[in-house]
């Protein structure tokens, strides 16, 4: 039976590993290497965090001057707008500053007053995204706005590690970034497809499901993910419903499937704001 080999980097505040086979045990590792690599770089172009990011620079000059960005990050900014307009604004990466607002960046969460939240939601929402595609530049409707990727960010960068692996020709491997997004190509070495477990959001409970994945991708959202508990014992997790300002509620733990992990990362935070959402075609939610 081919062997299998496992390597492991840290990036974007997550363990991310790649399993794969069906060559010698230094290329296999290398080409592992190669696609975690590809993850680092890009979370130097798209973190929140890091100063040098292309998403730092729209977010300290957006509201002043367009910002010009590379065209990677102008076609992804422009497949999530689309994929804000799919979801019926559910999904939304102009929620920075109510993620601030809720203390949820570099802390542990936190509820405001009111009048906070509403100061925040006027920074927020889809019209502050000003794409111009003749310049490729990005700008800011309002002072305050920014931009967080972390709800697609993971599933962008394991696709496009992935789409590295199938260039160099090896066509059975697994990524993940935190189990939360998992992107699968082929089988495993013993034919059998890879298998996942969608964990239930209480720890102690057995698997919500089981998911078997052939050339498709798996992304969970979770309120526990990033959450506290409030003065009247409810839990206030990291996604935030755009439409209330407040972390969601309709739904503890969102799974999707399909072929892109990119989508399926938007989907399901999307779903973990608004579960009734009609899928589009190719999608499919794990219960």
Known sequence: MPKTIT???EAM???????LHGASEATLRAAAEEALAEIGRLEAVLSLYQPTSEIAHINARGAQEPVPVSPEVFALLEHCAALGEQTQGAFDITLAPLMRCWRFMNDTGAVPADDE???ARAQCGWPQLQLNPAKSTVQLATEGAMLDLGSVGKGYALEQAGALLLENEFEHFLIHGGTSTVCARGTQADGAPWRIAVEHPDADRPPLNVVDLA???LSVSGIGGKSFIDEHGVEQGHVIDPRTGRPA???RVAAVVCDSAT???AWATALLVEPGLTLPEGLRVIH
């Open 215 to 217: 050339n498709e991708s």
């Open 263 to 265: 989508v399926s990362d």
């Open 13 to 19: 505040a997550t363990r991310f590993e790649v399993a």
């Open 117 to 119: 939240i509403q100061t």
């Open 249 to 251: 509620q309709s739904a």
């Open 7 to 9: 390597v492991a980097a």
